[in-house]
């Protein structure tokens, strides 16, 4: 069993940044594709951006090209996000997930960690 725990949350001015880290544990980290997914209040939650294995394959959301950035450390078993120009439009929970599958992990990943509020006030 894989357990995700998620750090770096926090308050921050529109146009500020953040890093979410990840740390995973149970697991095999270098056999699973990591990524973050996010849920605003009233909306359903969606894949912000996905790593492949080996720190290639990496997807983002649209809305979020050119800001964020993630990458993986599979040596200490964490995944970032690097989050810059921050919107209010971010605010969400950002939840931290992985699969085996990387096809699995953009629509229904396996593991889910508990989440971590990002605000980002106008």
């Known amino acids: 069993q894989v357990r995700l725990v998620e750090s770096g949350g926090g308050l921050v001015q529109a146009g500020g940044s953040l890093t979410l880290s990840c740390a995973a544990s149970?697991?095999?980290?270098?056999?699973?594709?990591m990524g973050w997914f996010r849920q605003a209040p009233g909306k359903e939650r969606n894949l912000v951006a996905g790593i492949g294995w080996s720190g290639d394959n990496i997807y983002y959301t649209d809305s979020v090209k050119g800001r964020f950035t993630i990458s993986r450390d599979n040596a200490k078993s964490t995944v970032y996000l690097q989050m810059n120009s921050l919107k209010p439009e971010d605010t969400a929970v950002y939840f931290c997930?992985?699969?085996?599958?990387?096809?699995?992990?953009?629509?229904?990943?396996?593991?889910w960690g508990q989440g971590t509020q990002v605000t980002v006030s106008s």
């Open positions: 997930v992985a699969d085996l599958s990387r096809v699995n992990l953009l629509t229904t990943p396996d593991y």
């Open positions: 149970g697991g095999t980290f270098s056999n699973y594709a």
